[in-house]
């Protein structure tokens, strides 16, 4: 199982981006997906999820900004992220939790700047 992270960029103030994470094999026994994000010199933190009943959450500061949702027919996970502030600039982690183990993407660079 592979998981692809694909939309990071270089966006300014105020500026929207949308991430999408794909998964390639067969995976069984999903409870979430979910995003996280590192910034620099900074511990990796969660910033949202999605559980297998639809129910969303989201880390307090990109609430209201940031929408996650997925595909589960497709195998997706999207992150759509508005009204970008600096502070969200990181590396984006896409990840599957089973009841077997987490599957973690390899990131994708968000940077906010003018």
């Known amino acids: 199982v592979q998981l692809q992270a694909s939309g990071g960029g270089l966006v300014q103030p105020g500026g929207s981006l949308a991430l999408s994470c794909a998964a390639s094999?067969?995976?069984?026994?999903?409870?979430?997906w979910r995003w996280y994000r590192q910034a620099p010199g900074k511990e990796r933190e969660w910033v949202a999820s999605i559980i297998r009943n639809g129910d969303r959450n989201y880390l307090d500061f990109v609430k209201g900004r940031f929408t996650i949702s997925r595909d589960s027919a497709k195998k997706t996970v999207d992150l759509q992220m508005n009204s970008l502030e600096p502070e969200d600039t990181a590396v984006y982690y896409c990840?599957?939790?089973?009841?077997?183990?987490?599957?973690w993407g390899q990131g994708t660079l968000v940077t906010v700047s003018s």
């Open positions: 990840n599957i939790d089973t009841v077997y183990r987490e599957y």
């Open positions: 094999g067969s995976i069984n026994g999903i409870k979430a």
